[in-house]
């Protein structure tokens, strides 16, 4: 099965409503995603606007496929929801079907970091991305965690999620296609030398060609290296003169990474009106590390439309371990805290102990050696990765006033 855009969900939707508990009796034995919106498009919100309405809604009495796009909007909860369906083993379970393997139903992803050239489609171009779907926002191996304030605010637990595939799935990211030429091998709209026009269609007919498990796991790491290679254009100017032509910005070949998060209380409830804040080591908050990561690190923060407790952090990767940690001054650990506050819901109730400051604890989100900094808990809880995305629950303390009513046990 080969699929493009939107038919990543559909194909996973069916996949894993039809045959999840029993993929043997699938009749698709591979998937082939091309340039896949797996956890949304930037261009979702755009299509739900007015403007959006009138350019693609001319020809069909203005019917834009209202669902479709809540599902493919950046931070959706429909996509949080298929990720637990396929990808995660459910809370409180122990384990679930594997149902993307190498002995058994093989997905892969291909997807351009091109943005479009045409004058049109220049306005909805984005850093990362093939002029519509991000290339992390593409890649199947997704992380989750759960962080909980909810026991105690200073020392909040991290309790990274369980994936139900074991082996990576092969993400290949070109650097010379957009995403109306990812689906065409024998058409590309950027001109590029011979070797770099056919590897679309040599990548198609790996996947198609690939046997087993040894060969899944070998493609995974070549196709790796095809990634490595795409990113590695950002810093050498005469190898995307000589792919792409002169003209090319180097931050189309960074890697990003996704970050979606929600909020809830310790009752369940979502929370909405929330702040995170992005800094270096405790003694270290608010200078100029900080204001770096938020004005060039942070590259984009999406607040779901129909969910406010759901949102989607754009983060530039190759700008957090090559110029962040320059900005952190003095000899401290090298490493990303996140620190959370939220509005009260009401005058009753607040959210921990004073809603002005927020979370009294701040957690470590990644350092900066990525294999080797820290403790080995530490290491553990490093868990932003380029070309990924990352979901994140996070569970604050719901307290009621002294003077609100409370029941006790006898």
Known sequence: MIVHSTGGLVAREWISGYYGDDVARCPARRLIMLAPANFGSRLASFGKSMVGRLVKGWDNWFHTGTEMLNALELASPYQWRLAEQDLFVPN??????????????????????????????????????????????????????????????????????????????????????????????????????????????????????????????????????????????ASSEAARDELLGKGSDPKWFHQYLQVNVRVIDDHGADVGDYFLEFSGPEEERGDSSSLYFHTEVLEDVHVNQRNSAYRCLYVDHTDLVGHYYDAIRGKVAHALFMSLSAAPPGG???????????????????????????????????????????????????TPADKVFRMKKG
């Open 92 to 233: 409180g379970r122990a384990s679930a079907p594997t149902i993307y393997a190498g002995d058994g139903i093989q997905a892969f992803v291909i997807v351009g970091t091109h943005p479009y050239a045409s004058l049109l489609r220049q306005i909805v171009n984005e850093d990362g991305a093939d002029g519509t779907v991000r290339a992390c926002a593409a890649n199947l191996n997704a992380r989750g965690v759960t962080i909980d304030f909810a026991a105690d605010e200073t020392q909040p637990t991290f309790a990274p999620w369980k994936t139900r595939h074991k082996a990576q799935i092969p993400l290949a990211v070109l650097p010379d296609r957009t995403h109306g030429s990812i689906v065409d091998p024998d058409r590309n709209d950027i001109k590029s030398p011979d070797t770099y026009e056919k590897r679309l269609g040599e990548l198609i007919l790996q996947a198609l060609d690939c046997a087993g498990a040894d060969d899944y796991a070998a493609l995974a790491d070549d196709w790796a290296a095809i990634t490595a290679e795409t990113a590695a254009l």
């Open 348 to 398: 009753n109730v607040s959210y921990f102990g004073n809603y002005r400051t927020g979370a009294k604890g701040i957690v470590p989100l990644h350092f900066e050696d990525e294999k080797k900094s820290g403790t080995a808990a530490e290491r553990r809880i490093n868990w932003l990765q380029p070309n990924t995305t990352h979901f994140a629950t996070l569970i604050i303390p719901r």
